[in-house]
């Protein structure tokens, strides 16, 4: 073998050469964006829901309605007709309807309405109401002062109780191309049971008398 076949080797590599700590570093950088964005992805699914919910409060959006201090101080000519309607839950031993079914109100106008419950069991229940309007349009201008969905409801066993709504359709409604063309809302409202004070609490206290 001549000098020159010698010289066309690879010459072998260097022992105790330390490994290129730029690429170490490059290699730990990438993982640590991995773990952080898996980290985030889980967070964002954790926070979608109340993310919504609030996205929706904000912009009405869905027909959800929205939430105000006061009304306005400018209440105009222009009047639309309000339709309330009531559901419960299946299993919610609940009786829930709108005392009026219908109301005439300007926009800007400061308006009160009722709906009553009564409690048809044998033991106390708790319930929670949500609620929409539609169309889904309306939802930004539609907004509530007081409410009895702002909270739960408690009603003992056999109880029956008036709950008031004050709202108010925002004039800017008028302003809108699309939801200007709203002659009527229809607001809805659906009472849900609080755990363990619906049906499954029913069927318990059935139980009960049974085995006693």
Not at 5 to 26: F, I, L, Q, W
Not at 74 to 83: E, H, L, Y
Not at 118 to 130: C, L
């Amino acid at each position: 073998m001549t000098a020159d076949d010698d010289s066309t080797r690879p010459a072998p590599a260097a022992k105790g050469v330390k490994p290129d700590p730029v690429r170490r570093g490059t290699n730990r950088g990438v993982v640590l964006t991995c773990v952080v964005a898996l980290l985030a992805m889980g967070g964002m699914t954790w926070a979608a829901v109340p993310l919504y919910r609030l996205f929706c409060q904000v912009t009405g959006y869905g027909g959800t309605t929205m939430r105000a201090d006061k009304a306005p101080d400018a209440v105009g000519q222009r009047k639309i007709i309000i339709r309330f309607d009531a559901n419960v839950s299946p299993g919610m031993a609940w009786e829930f309807q709108p005392v009026q079914r219908t109301m005439e109100v300007k926009v800007g106008e400061n308006a009160l309405a009722f709906y009553k419950a009564h409690n048809t069991s044998a033991h106390a229940i708790t319930g929670s109401a949500t609620y929409n309007v539609s169309p889904d349009i309306a939802g930004a201008y539609f907004s509530k002062i007081e409410c009895f969905c702002f909270t739960e409801q408690t009603l003992a066993a056999g109880e029956s109780v008036e709950m008031p709504l004050s709202f108010f359709v925002d004039p800017s409604i008028e302003n809108d191309r699309d939801a200007s063309l709203v002659k009527e809302i229809t607001l809805s409202y659906t009472f849900y049971p609080i755990d363990g004070t619906g049906a499954k609490a029913e069927v318990k206290t059935g139980e009960a008398g049974k085995g006693g």
